[in-house]
């Protein structure tokens, strides 16, 4: 066990010194896909002090071409990616302290996951999220590591508050749904190529070399053998809303905060009860059999099938439609089943 | 016309004369993109009115969704 880190402290930017300071830092990750899945395992086999895993979603067997924490046994029990994660990153390293949540992440959750945290990694699939992160990080000074990637494209940049600019400087504007949804697939290299560059500036973060940090918006197509590095130091603004002289973080407000979401690319709606719930799943199963749909059940979720549709109610009354993008059809059923 | 961009030689019609004209080129209009010319990074304002010709260095970043 005393050599587990040899290799890493042999390291000299890491050093013993480093190894000290990343066994007493908190990261919360958000996510966990194919990013978050590829940083977690890093983190964790680092040797991080605590990691906090949050995803909304469950294991799916199209996540098992990429998504290197899962095996088969959690695509067919359709298990909570947040908790399959944590499973496995336990047996990896069981001196990390990890905690995993399955939820979505809106205002109030967000609020109180940072308590504590020194550096949030960024491995969700939405811009909704990530703007909400990069409001949180400028409000608490935590910095963030964007990460993105689909096709053999990949892109990746360290937000520091106060140094860098922000998302929100960069984007100027939120990117379309259409524009962004992943339609056109992943292969696993661009992943990991993602994963290399936010996980090296993570480690830098941690180890407080933050001379270290590259300091550009980097991205790459592994298939066209393209790599571009730009200093976007200058697109900073002033009158920026989340990092400006006047910060009003409007991903922050409640307004913001939408209780439907369709889901990139996976022709699904999300649809948020008001507050979360506690959902006895069980009698929920005896309702909708009576109702004459197939029910399939574990622990952590209810999955529903009833002619055409499909549906998987979480306990805290999340429920994803499938096979919708329409969010008035997927209230239609919701309303329906769940009441 | 010769462009330099993301570290590429690329020929691309000598009809392209703005930055946006280039973008939609690249079937990149609808994405949020960071463009470096010559090393100064635009401000997005300025991508109409800025023309690119033979020889520039071109950086093009656009953001993705996916993770």
């Avoid at chain 1, 899962?70 to 947040?82: C, G, Q, S």
């Avoid at chain 1, 697109?235 to 889901?263: D, Q, R």
Wanted: hydrophobic share 40%; proline share 3%; with cysteine.
């Amino acid at each position: 066990m005393s050599d587990r880190y040899s290799r890493q402290t042999l390291f000299t930017p890491i050093g013993e010194k480093g190894q000290e300071l990343i066994s007493r830092k908190h990261v919360l990750l958000i996510g966990a896909g194919a990013l978050g899945t590829g940083n977690a395992e890093a983190l964790v086999r680092a040797g991080i002090g605590k990691l906090t895993i949050v995803d909304r979603d469950y294991v799916e067997w199209s996540n098992l071409q990429r998504q290197q924490l899962y095996h088969e046994a959690d695509a067919a029990n359709r298990m909570p990616k947040a908790i399959a994660a944590e499973k496995r990153l336990k047996e990896i390293n069981s001196e990390v302290n990890v905690v995993a949540h399955v939820m979505d992440v809106t205002t109030e959750e967000i609020e109180q996951l940072v308590q504590g945290v020194d550096l949030i990694l960024d491995a969700t699939d939405n811009f909704d999220t990530r703007l909400l992160v990069n409001d949180i990080s400028q409000k608490y000074q935590i910095p963030w590591i964007y990460g993105a990637c689909v096709g053999s494209y990949g892109l990746s940049y360290t937000i520091f508050p106060g140094k860098t600019p922000c998302l929100n400087c960069l984007l100027e504007t939120v990117p379309l749904g259409g524009a962004t949804c992943d339609t056109v697939g992943i292969i696993s290299p661009a992943v990991q190529m993602v994963v290399a560059y936010q996980m090296t500036e993570a480690l830098k973060i941690l180890v407080e070399d933050e001379e270290a940090l590259r300091n550009k918006l980097v991205s790459f197509d592994l298939w066209k053998n393209q790599h571009t590095a730009i200093n976007v130091n200058r697109a900073k603004k002033e009158s920026c809303k989340s990092c400006g002289s006047h910060p009003t973080y409007p991903y922050l407000s409640a307004g913001s905060h939408t209780k439907t979401a369709v889901l990139c690319g996976r022709n699904t709606v999300q649809i948020r009860p008001p507050e979360p719930k506690k959902l006895h799943l069980d009698q929920l199963a005896e309702t909708l059999k009576k109702q004459g749909g197939e029910i399939d059940l574990n622990p952590f979720l209810l999955n529903f099938k009833m002619g055409d549709h499909r549906m998987v109610i979480f306990k805290d009354g999340r429920v994803l439609v499938h096979g919708t993008k329409d969010i008035a059809e997927a209230k239609n059923l919701y309303h329906r089943y769940m009441g | 016309m010769k462009l330099h961009i993301n570290g590429e030689n690329v020929e691309v019609p000598s009809s392209i004369s703005s930055v946006t004209e280039l973008l939609a080129h690249f079937e990149l209009q609808d994405k949020v993109v960071i463009v470096e010319l010559n090393h100064d990074i635009l401000q997005k304002e300025n991508h109409a009115q800025t023309n690119v010709s033979d020889g520039d260095r071109i950086e093009i970043v656009h953001f993705v969704g996916g993770g």
